[in-house]
């Protein structure tokens, strides 16, 4: 009889320790190791800041910005297995520091949602149109926790320590801004 033996990867817990194998190689002076970190967190990062921001410009600055620090402050990362919210961390403490320097809103352009799309995703121009409306009603608070739980993949606790919030809080939070996205999409 033979058998075969499967073994559950599961897909965060990849990309966490090809994160953290890359944030090392770059403490260690690799500085290439950033591509690959890009790679897996473009997408996620963009959301996220614009999600802050709300300008396409100001954000692909921002995230530029957040990979260089990251270059920069690798050897300072301790490795806890979350690597995402150490990043997030950087993004958002350049997003805010950018919003005290000066205030503008613009709307997201065509390019702008397709980068936090890839193209198997299924998402079409109707459903964007749909989204960003939606996105648009909550505060921004409970878009940078929708984005960051939806399009970032971080759970729930590390929004919460991130935020330094309790977990009920924003679970709550969370919960909340899903139903006005529902009830919004809904009207249409």
């Known amino acids: 009889m033979f058998f075969m033996m499967t073994l559950d990867v599961d897909p965060e817990q990849n990309k966490n320790k090809t994160l953290e ?3 090392r190689k770059i403490a260690k002076g690799d500085n290439n190791a950033i591509g690959e970190i890009y790679e897996l967190t473009q997408h996620a990062l963009y959301g996220y800041i614009l999600s802050i921001l709300k300008n396409p410009e100001d ?3 921002v995230m530029q910005d957040t990979y260089i620090k990251i270059c920069q402050s690798a050897s300072l990362y301790k490795s806890q297995g979350k ?3 150490w990043i ?3 993004a958002r403490n350049l997003s805010l ?3 005290r320097g000066q205030s503008r809103f613009t709307d997201m352009e065509d390019f702008e949602w397709d980068m936090l799309t890839t ?3 299924g998402f079409g121009v109707e459903d964007r149109i749909v989204l960003e409306a939606a996105l648009s009603e909550l ?3 409970e878009s940078q926790i929708v984005m960051l739980h939806a399009v970032g993949g971080m759970k729930h606790r590390e929004i919460a320590d991130m935020y ?3 977990l009920a809080t924003v679970l709550s939070k969370y919960n909340r801004a899903i139903k006005k996205l529902q009830k919004i999409i809904e009207k249409g």
């Open 21 to 23: 194998k890359n944030l």
């Open 59 to 61: 954000a692909m600055d």
């Open 83 to 85: 690597p995402m919210a």
């Open 88 to 90: 997030y961390t950087i």
């Open 97 to 99: 520091m950018k919003l």
């Open 119 to 121: 193209g198997d995703s």
């Open 139 to 141: 505060s921004e608070e």
């Open 164 to 166: 330094d919030m309790p």
